[in-house]
Nanobody, 124 residues
């Protein structure tokens, strides 16, 4: 069993930055890919980014390419999402998740464990 706790969300003005963290406990995550998803009000959860177990491979949704950067520190069992140039349309609850394999995955079905989410609100 894995427990995931996201942090770092908050209220920021458009153009600003936030850094989300996702700390895992209960089991090491170093062998598994990790992902970030978002869910905006009234919408389904959607993929944001994922990172290979080693950190050497990353995948991004087109909407965040060039603005968001995913990284991980396996020694700390933590994955990060650096979000720059934030836009009002980035407003959502952001979730981290542990993949079933070591390769980055964009489908929700590829993930076993999920955090409770952290709210990100971008004002215009």
């Amino acid at each position: 069993q894995v427990q995931l706790v996201e942090s770092g969300g908050g209220l920021v003005q458009a153009g600003g930055s936030l850094r989300l963290s996702c700390a895992a406990s209960g089991r090491t995550i170093r062998l598994y890919a990790m992902g970030w998803f978002l869910q905006a009000p009234g919408k389904e959860r959607e993929f944001v980014s994922a990172i290979k177990w080693s950190g050497g491979g990353t995948v991004y949704a087109d909407s965040v390419k060039g603005r968001f950067t995913i990284s991980r520190d396996n020694a700390k069992n933590t994955v990060y999402l650096q979000m720059n140039s934030l836009k009002p349309e980035d407003t959502a609850v952001y979730f981290c998740a542990v993949a079933r394999s070591s390769w980055p995955e964009s489908r929700e079905s590829g993930y076993d464990y999920w955090g409770q989410g952290t709210q990100v609100t971008v004002s215009s």
